[in-house]
Each structure stands twice: as structure tokens, then as C-alpha cells.
């Protein structure tokens, strides 16, 4: 069982990482700069497409795999050694679930609505507005999974 959940959670930690970095420093910028309407285009992809909601899921999966996997191995323990590195990376993830649910699922939202309506400045700016928070929120996500994943690896070696 061990085995199982360290996979799943190694599996799907992998995607979030992955789609976090690829969303935030690659995707976004890429799609708003690739044309005149690239704020549109950006809103489109991120209202239409399947990859934030995919990379939220396999946040929560791997945040789920993660608790077990401590409440498995380290509750009870005197909380030295590795617990105390799987623990701040773990509060850390769940931090980070929390930062997407209530700061990238409702502008994307947002977006989707703005990005139906006509096009004008005020419009562009707001898509704009939208976009660089979802990108700089994506960013501060990803550098926090980083840490995650570097307390992990610190507490895998400790013990």
C-alpha cells in the first residue's frame, strides 16, 4: 500500500509541477504575445481547455496520497528527522491547492466571461489584468511546489 500511494503521489505531484511551470512561465506568456488578441486567445485556451482543471485534480490527488502517506509513516512520531521535512513540504502543497482554488479558479472564470464579450480597449485591459494574475500566481505556486519538492527530498534522505 506504501508503494502504491508513494507512486500516486510522486505520478501526480509530477503533472501539477509540470502544468504549474508550463502554464506560468511558458503557455500564458507564449499565447499573449503570439498575436494582436493574444489576451483573447490566452482567456480562450484557459476558459475552454481541460488543463487547469487537470492540473488541480492532480494537485489534490497528490495532496491526498501525501497525507496518507504521513499519516501512515510518521504520525505518532516524535516529529524530528524527516517528519519535520515532509510536514513543511505538505503544508506547503496544501498552501498552494488552497492559493489555486481561491486565486486561479475564479479569474479564470472571470476570464471566461470577458472573453466572450466585444472586442474594445476595456476589455484588452481587463483580459490583461486577468492574465498577469493568473501568470504571477501561477509563478508564485511553482516556486512554491519547488520548496515542496526540495523538503521532500531532504526528508527521503534524513532518514
Known amino acids: 500500500m506504501i508503494a502504491l500511494l508513494r507512486a500516486i503521489h510522486i505520478v501526480f ?8 511551470v508550463t502554464l506560468g512561465f511558458f503557455l500564458l506568456p507564449a499565447l499573449r504575445k503570439g498575436s494582436t488578441d493574444g489576451a483573447a486567445i490566452a482567456a480562450r485556451f484557459l476558459a475552454k481547455s481541460w488543463f487547469m482543471t487537470a492540473s488541480l485534480v492532480a494537485g489534490f490527488i497528490s495532496v491526498i496520497a501525501g497525507l496518507a502517506l504521513y499519516a501512515e509513516l510518521w504520525a505518532g512520531t516524535d516529529f524530528t528527522g524527516p517528519a519535520v521535512w515532509y510536514s ?11 492559493l489555486a482554488v481561491l486565486a486561479i ?6 476570464l471566461a466571461r470577458f472573453a466572450q464579450e466585444q472586442h474594445d480597449e ?6 490583461e489584468r486577468l492574465l498577469n494574475r493568473v501568470t504571477v500566481v501561477s509563478r508564485v505556486i511553482a516556486a512554491m511546489l519547488a520548496v515542496t519538492i526540495t ?9
Not at 88 to 98: D, F, Q, R
Not at 151 to 159: C, E, H, S
Open 13 to 20: 505531484g509530477a503533472f501539477w509541477m509540470g502544468g504549474t
Open 88 to 98: 513543511v513540504g505538505g503544508h506547503l502543497a496544501e498552501a498552494s491547492i488552497i
Open 105 to 110: 479558479a475564479p479569474t479564470t472564470r472571470q
Open 122 to 127: 476595456e476589455r484588452t485591459l481587463r483580459l
Open 151 to 159: 523538503m521532500m527530498a531532504i526528508g527521503r534522505y534524513m532518514g
